[in-house]
């Protein structure tokens, strides 16, 4: 059951469509939405020797530019989620850009779900790690929407990846609310490139979901020249799925994120939303 949902606001983007998809999941599901926006404390960089001094009217500057981003977020959000009849709430934290990620994972264990945007390529950092810190350490679903994504929730094909492992089990689980509104759930099995494997442990997922009531596909796929993230990302697109469900892989330790290798091209490359679970 979803009923308490936490957002991500981006501070960057002045039309960030992934309050719009937020507010439509928090419709779907009745559920309370809470928007959180970050004022970053300013980033002094590590080239400055010991003896040199930054600036004060600098600093106060640059404190004053992340307050006012960040109360626009907020004030975008609440715009939206008002027109919408939400019921919601909304909170600034502050932080420095290396502890935003474990500090908004310590907020979203407290929810349902995450729902953030997509890290685009090239911009600061901080999506990537707030996505990282929510995948890794909030024990909770994520749910990442591409930041090219305009269109609320849709249903209407979700994909299902599995590959019998205790990530892919609980992101099912997880993913429970989602699949019951959709109309078809076909879950995805991707084999080596060889395809020699007939079988993968745990593959009558299918009759599993089945049980619960599901119209469910089966679907072996062979990866594309070894590629499993291509393979997924393709497979999507060609069936116009509207979710992909899948197990986050990879770890945190001492805070210095590794994600594993099919995470990590789905979150670069991810043409539709993704919930992950950990």
Not at 16 to 36: K, N, P, Q, W
Not at 120 to 131: D, S
Not at 139 to 149: A, C, M, S
Not at 229 to 237: E, F, G, N, R, W
Request: charged share 25%; aromatic share 6%.
């Amino acid at each position: 059951m979803i009923k308490d949902i936490v957002v991500h606001l981006s501070t960057r983007a002045p039309e960030d469509a992934t309050i719009d998809y937020a507010v439509s999941v928090a419709r779907a599901f009745e559920a309370h939405l809470t928007g959180v926006a970050f004022a970053l404390e300013p980033f002094v960089p590590p080239s400055l020797g010991i003896g040199d001094v930054v600036p004060p009217d600098w600093l106060d500057e640059e404190r004053a530019q992340a307050q006012a981003a960040a109360t626009g977020a907020i004030s975008r959000f609440g715009e939206t989620a008002r027109r919408n009849g939400l019921a919601f709430e909304s909170r600034l934290l502050e932080s420095s850009l290396a502890g935003a990620g474990e500090l908004f994972a310590e907020v979203a264990a407290r929810f349902d779900l995450s729902v953030m945007r997509q890290a685009e390529p090239g911009k600061a950092p901080l999506e990537e790690l707030v996505i990282e810190g929510a995948l890794f350490d909030s024990g909770r679903p994520v749910l990442v929407v591409p930041y090219i994504h305009k269109a609320p929730l849709e249903l209407g094909r979700v994909l299902v990846c599995w590959n019998g492992s205790p990530n892919a089990a609980r992101a099912v689980g997880d993913a429970m609310p989602f699949l019951r509104r959709a109309k078809v759930v076909e879950v995805v099995i991707v084999l080596g490139e060889s395809g020699s494997s007939d079988e993968i442990p745990g593959a009558d997922i299918g009759g599993h979901l089945a049980r619960h009531g599901f119209d469910v596909e089966v679907e072996r796929l062979t990866a594309i020249k070894g590629d499993v993230t291509d393979t997924i990302l393709s497979h999507a697109a060609d069936v116009e799925a509207d979710l992909i469900v899948m197990g986050g892989y990879g770890h945190s330790r001492l805070r210095e994120f590794i994600l594993g290798g099919v995470t990590r091209g789905i979150l670069r490359t991810m043409t539709v939303p993704v919930l992950m679970s950990h």
